[in-house]
């Protein structure tokens, strides 16, 4: 039986967990505070700062592991894969210089057009704003303002969406020098984007089923955005809207990031190795990577996972995924995202809620919440992920959709999510933009 400590407390690493221990691993959780379904499946649990290294190794030397899986980004920019392995242990993350495919925009964009890897827009990194509103003018009405650094999903404001004209876009852009000394200011895209994950050992990849998330707060796609409120994915592996082209194009970008990884900085990039990909009409393009599993996304890939997770992390480590066929059930899943009223903006922290009876075949995962002595108790952000699987996305998402009101409390989610309605508009769009 393998020992794998497993740091993080949020609903992704509350399916991370699950998963690991449905392959007959034993977990051992550190985290920031008492996620209940964690504590439940984990034979150890300790709280504590993810930013408190001591304490983590404290930990990690009581459990011993096999080897550890690192959930969140924070932990991963922080570098707590070199710290586990000066000790010995390998992780299922990234050391802290190749994780700076996710810990900064210019580093990605940089590495791109350094080794002529397809799929970047046409930008410019800023240490100050020297020459900022020229280039603004250069790109025209289209354009996206990035902060460089870790923004927890809410770092990037887009033209028309979050930003009205080139003087909120300077302002913007300031406000993020201000607080990483870097900006990125560069094309925007036009499409449908997607969530395309991969196992990836430093050289080899394995494909996940593709995923959309919404990170919009509220329904139509409106309001500010958000961690994500809920996701979905196809039986097939594909996404509605996408050809089989498009995750071709998206799953070589990835493999030739990993190459360059190595090549720029001499470390290999063990771990999940996520793109955030739109779909345009002259092929894929990258947003941004992430380095680490998408939260929902995590939600909906790992519960159809056949191949045993333990197999998959011991691989990666061992840079070995070529020799195992990693497969998922052709099922369909929907997630949907309980969250406290008021998010993302003015959520209200440290309210009560009650979570009765989930009706059969939905997975529910436990969020940004704690369980106290009074009760199950919300932070300021996502509460709990509710997950449907079903043949198809329109009988996950009613499973789904019946199962939210056994989450009561001040709360709110989005109807929405994974419904043909909206499905069909993305539908609608890719097709007119193909022409």
Known sequence: MKRVLLIGNGAREHAIGETLKRF????????????????????GYEVGDLKDFDAMRDFARKVSPDFAFVGPDDPIADGTADMLLEMGIHSVAPLQTVARLESSKSFTRDLLAKYAIPGNPQFKVFYDDAGMEEWLKELGEDFVVKADGLMGGKGVKVSGDHLNGHEEALAYARECLAGGGRVVIEEKFVGQEFSYMSFCDGVNT?????????????????????????????????????????????????????????????????????????????????????????????LNVLPILKTDFVNVCEAIIAGDLKSLPVEFEQKATVCKYIVPEGYPENPQKGQKIEVGAIPEGIKMYYASV??????????????????GIADTIEEAEKAVQASCSAVSGPVFYRKDIGTQELIQQRVAMMQSLRG
């Not at 007959?24 to 034979?43: C, D, I, M």
């Not at 509220?218 to 097939?236: F, I, L, Q, V, W």
């Not at 704690?370 to 992920?385: H, K, N, P, V």
């Open 370 to 387: 704690d369980q106290t002595d009074e009760g199950l108790i919300m932070s300021s952000s996502r509460a709990i992920g509710l997950v």
């Open 206 to 298: 394995a494909e996940m089923p593709a995923v959309q998330d919404h990170k919009r707060a509220y329904e139509g796609d409106k309001g500010p955005n958000t961690g994500g409120m809920g996701s979905y994915s196809d039986a097939n592996g594909s996404l509605p809207f996408l050809q089989q082209s498009d995750l071709d194009e998206a799953a070589e970008i990835t493999r030739q990031v990993a190459k360059a990884l190595f090549e720029e900085t001499g470390a290999q990039f063990k771990g999940i190795m996520y793109g955030g990909f739109i779909a345009t009409a002259k092929g894929v393009r990258l947003i941004e990577y992430n380095a680490r599993f998408g939260d929902p996304e995590a």
């Open 24 to 43: 007959g691993a034993q977990v051992f959780t550190y985290g920031k505070a008492r996620n209940p379904g964690l504590v439940e499946l984990s034979e």
